[in-house]
């Protein structure tokens, strides 16, 4: 099994929580013992996970950042769906899917698969190219969303995109250049899938003439745009609210 390292309270804390079978050790701050430090070392030892004590200086060394606030843990790759058929076919009722062209900056990344979570999307979907992939600072940022989000990374996106159609999944792509439609003009009842666009670049032009229909969130500030993940949250709950059972 490939191993990684993930880091810091939320991330390692929900591994151990949903997933303490693949945690094969986890290295704390042997000059931490505040609360936090002594809940976690409580749930390791429940579920028979190896403790090792290092220093601040050899954590870093393991992640290569500062910030992984006293605990390390070396972990196994998850259970959760890692392709298109497997996610949608276990799926029960209209598929909720976040698509990611070309997302490069891992705090983005973290932060969708945060709101991913929060609004219960069945995945995020991304190239496996020109995309920053799930990396240790990702998964940290993500607070433990991505133990619990499949993220599934595609060689092509533009076909799987395709594949998607023929399973009746509409594809919603953003962009700030639409005026005519925002998202408030579209029906997300059904399976539907919200493309976001990099950071810069937004979606590439083979992804944007794949998406069934273009939409813009619509701004009435001085900015012109959102963050992405702001942008993906927005997008998602919006389909959430559409989802909600009306009342009688």
């Not at 403790?51 to 290569?64: F, K, P, T, W």
């Not at 990396?135 to 533009?158: D, R």
């Not at 995109?161 to 509409?170: A, F, H, M, N, Y």
């Not at 032009?205 to 701004?219: A, G, N």
Request: charged share 25%.
């Amino acid at each position: 099994m490939k191993s990684k390292m993930i880091f810091g309270f939320h991330a390692v804390t929900s591994r151990i929580r949903h997933e303490a079978s693949t945690v094969e050790e986890i290295y704390v701050d042997s000059e931490r013992n505040d609360r936090r430090m002594q809940d976690l070392l409580i749930a390791a030892k429940a579920a028979g996970v190896r403790i090792i004590h290092a220093d601040d200086q050899r954590l870093s060394n393991i992640v290569g950042t500062r910030r992984h606030q006293g605990v390390v843990a070396k972990a196994g790759e998850l259970s959760l769906a890692r392709n298109l058929d497997e996610l949608l076919d276990a799926i029960d009722g209209p598929p909720l899917l976040l698509v990611l062209d070309g997302i490069t900056d891992p705090h983005n990344l973290g932060a969708c698969l945060r709101v991913a979570d929060g609004v219960g999307a069945h995945a995020v979907i991304a190239p496996k190219d020109r995309a920053v992939g799930l990396n240790a600072t990702a998964a940290k940022v993500a607070s433990g969303a991505a133990e619990t989000v499949p993220y599934i990374t595609v060689t092509n996106l533009a076909r799987t995109l395709r594949e998607l159609k023929e399973r009746d999944v509409l594809l919603v792509g953003t962009s700030d250049d639409v005026d005519s439609k925002t998202i408030y003009d579209v029906d997300f009842s059904g399976g539907c899938a919200i493309v976001m666009g990099s950071e810069g670049e937004g979606m590439r032009r083979l992804t944007r003439e794949t998406c069934d229909v273009l939409v813009s969130v619509p701004m009435y500030g001085t900015v012109e745009s959102l963050n992405v993940s702001v942008a993906s949250g927005v997008c998602l709950y919006e389909a959430r609210r559409q989802r909600l059972p009306k009342a009688v």
